[in-house]
């Protein structure tokens, strides 16, 4: 099973940018569908982009549409989240995720980074 972990979050003004990255490790990550994921305090975690394992195709919740783009480099077994016109909302703890196929589930979850957009 891959083994993922999540960097990149931190503390940022409402309107600046941040990107994730998502390292993946024990196997290639090329044979994985990638997500990411995000829970706010108090809510359910929820959707947020997700990319077919060659980039071909990404999907991304209305909330952050225009404003994320999810991106992948197979060579160096990372996913990336580029999110830019942060909004206090977009406060959350990011998850990536990993599943075989659009038919499975994410099975494979990184432990989270914390990013937390200021007013």
């Known amino acids: 099973q891959v083994q993922l972990v999540e960097s990149g979050g931190g503390l940022v003004q409402a309107g600046g940018s941040l990107r994730l990255a998502c390292t993946a490790s024990?196997?290639?990550?090329?044979?994985?569908?990638m997500g990411w994921f995000r829970q706010a305090p108090g809510k359910e975690r929820e959707f947020v982009a997700a990319?077919?394992?060659?980039?071909?195709?990404?999907t991304y919740a209305d909330s952050v549409k225009g404003r994320f783009r999810v991106s992948r480099d197979n060579a160096k077994n990372t996913v990336y989240l580029q999110m830019s016109s942060l909004k206090p909302e977009d406060t959350a703890v990011y998850y990536c995720?990993?599943?075989?196929?659009?038919?499975?589930?994410?099975?494979?979850w990184g432990q989270g980074t914390q990013v937390t957009v200021s007013s």
């Open positions: 995720a990993a599943r075989i196929s659009p038919e499975t589930n994410f099975s494979s």
């Open positions: 024990g196997r290639t990550i090329s044979s994985y569908y």
């Open positions: 990319i077919t394992r060659y980039g071909g195709t990404t």
